[in-house]
């Protein structure tokens, strides 16, 4: 059982509250603390509807953004490696419709209206967004391994143009923000022939503001470009998301072609291979860390409702008790940015933690601030007390929750193709090489390395240390790497090489110098023949630093 607890309490904390898991504890957390400051200054209203149980228990979910053509469906169907219902594919705008593709025992498609008042589905606050949308938004279940674990988002294709917003008939933005501030992954595609970042895509890229830690950019169809075309349109991609991100940082870029036709151009099949292992890696993590980045979320939920308490209770404070309120909220409206500069002061507050000016005010204009809360400060003390002790407590059950329950990962569809047999990532490769044939790989080079090994002048078959280190430093390889292929080689532990370890030695700096990394253990594969009865009479022999 996991729960946040004082021994001396019976299992219970200082509260008297028992929590079976995280989940349920941050589900606590939220309805008992946060959420009355929420709903007394309403923060629910300005900022983003209140939280239900599906919002804590639902699985993982990754949204697909990106502008038509670029392949969002066709990516859900590679990781699926099958159809799901409801799936339209094309060169022109296909997908009109936020697609939400979930596990279901049958397959079907369930409209958006019947999705926003099923209560074990966190859709229900998309209801606000009215019909326009939900006339858009339909959920397809299906049995598949892939969506036992996580849930994805399929999003319309954006067009560039002032028509293409209007004609939606609702706030394209704020669904993405919406639907930001709930997912644990947020991958926005782009296509290599199809860079251009236009306005609505621009608009769309900064309703994640604040989940940048969320965003991984894709760019998709890259087997269709050469090598020197790749590297132009890759620092192309670069600098147009440097216009629309504004955070120092660079976001990470996948690059690859993710759907099971071939490769068109060849030359990088390797750095796509490679690209695709680590995008998988990242998206099957997603179960392990759903609870910390629930957790997270919450905290920063907690930091803009603590702000916009801050915020709206001084308004009201400012406010005159009879005569001047019209004007005087005009005034107060148009300062707005003064006040952001006061309360940061005051309460010593990070001006990242405020949101944004120029939507704040425009929502202002339809409030009478005369009706607003006035500070209270026992809402305030109760966040500030969850943020700094009980969070503290649950950072640390996460941790013991995860080592106590098997490792949860995404398995399933394109996942199982790229971990196991000879189409595995990196199987056959570096230091995996001559793991399925009869004959030890580095026989093939021996002959050359046997002229090295002779022209060092071995006693008795061996050479020293210190003869081995004048041949082994010219691959200039740092001490590190080389102390590491000396324990590797050095099979008997003598302090010498003899022909074969020397020759495995050579070998491991030709793994290493072709960019694979370094076994902690010698693979059996790898170890000289010679040196085998011995291997086998010693048992293994741990090599790792």
């Known amino acids: 059982m996991f729960s946040w607890v004082n021994r001396e309490h019976g299992g219970r904390n200082a509260e008297g509250e028992m929590f079976q898991t995280v989940t349920e504890g941050l589900q606590s957390l939220y309805t008992k603390k946060l959420l009355p400051l929420e709903q007394t200054y309403l923060f629910n209203d300005f900022h983003s509807p209140a ?8 699985k993982p979910m990754v949204l697909l953004v990106g502008q038509y053509s670029t392949g969002k469906t066709t990516f859900i169907r590679y990781l699926l490696e099958q159809d799901f219902p409801g799936m339209r594919i094309g060169p022109e705008p296909t997908t009109d419709s936020f697609i939400a593709v979930m596990h279901g025992e049958t397959e079907g498609v369930i409209p958006g209206n019947a999705l926003v008042v099923d209560p074990n589905k966190p859709f229900r606050k998309l209801n606000s967004f009215g019909n326009a949308f939900l006339n858009r ?10 969506l036992q674990s996580i849930s994805v988002i399929d999003t319309p294709g954006i067009l560039s143009g002032e028509k293409q917003r209007i004609s939606r008939g609702y706030d394209f933005a704020q669904v993405l923000q919406w639907f930001g501030e709930r997912v644990d992954r947020i991958i926005l595609l782009f296509d290599a022939h199809k860079l251009d970042i236009s306005d609505e895509f621009s608009e769309a890229i900064r309703a994640f503001r604040g989940q940048d830690d969320k965003i991984r950019v894709v760019l998709n169809k890259a087997d269709q470009v050469d090598t020197q075309q790749l590297m132009r349109v890759y620092g192309a991609l670069m600098w147009s998301l440097g216009k629309v991100i504004n955070t120092p940082e660079v976001a990470r870029v996948y690059l690859g072609s993710f759907w099971s036709k071939p490769l068109q151009n060849m030359e990088n099949r390797k750095l796509f291979e490679a690209e695709a292992q680590d995008l998988f890696k990242d998206i099957q993590s997603l179960p392990r860390n759903a609870a910390l980045r629930k957790l997270n979320d919450l905290i920063k939920r907690a930091r803009l409702a603590k702000v916009h308490a801050y915020i709206i209770s001084h308004l009201k404070k400012e406010m005159p008790a ?3 309120k019209d004007s005087k909220k005009k005034e107060l409206i148009s300062k707005l940015p003064e006040i952001y500069t006061a309360l940061q002061r005051e309460h010593h507050i990070s001006p990242g933690d405020f949101p944004p000016v120029a939507r704040m005010q425009e929502q202002l204009q339809h409030y009478d601030f005369s009706k607003f809360p006035p500070m209270k400060m026992k809402l305030i003390e109760s966040v500030d007390k969850m943020l700094a002790t009980k969070i503290a407590g649950l950072m640390t059950l996460i941790r013991e929750e995860e080592s106590a329950m098997p490792a949860r990962m995404v398995s399933g569809g394109a996942f199982q193709g790229s971990e196991e047999g000879p189409f595995g990532h990196g199987y056959g490769e570096g230091a995996g090489e001559g793991a399925d044939t009869e004959d030890w790989i580095v026989a093939r080079d021996k002959p050359k390395y046997d002229e090295v090994f002779y022209s060092l002048s071995p006693i008795n078959g061996r050479i020293s240390g210190a003869n081995a280190k004048k041949e082994l430093v010219t691959s200039k390889l740092p001490n590190s790497v080389l102390g590491k292929i000396w324990k590797l080689s050095d099979c008997d532990r003598d302090g010498m090489l003899d022909d074969e370890e020397f020759a495995l030695a050579q070998h491991l700096i030709k793994i290493k110098l ?9 693979p059996a594969h790898l170890l000289p ?5 011995h291997h086998s009479d010693t048992l293994s ?3 790792a630093e």
Do not use: T
């Open 514 to 522: 072709e960019g694979f990394e370094l076994p902690n253990e010698l």
């Open 529 to 533: 023949p010679a040196h085998r009865k």
């Open 137 to 146: 938004f339909v959920c397809s279940q299906m049995p598949n391994q892939v």
């Open 541 to 543: 022999i741990p090599f």
């Open 51 to 58: 939280l239900e149980p599906a919002d804590f228990n639902n």
């Open 322 to 324: 009879v005569f001047g």
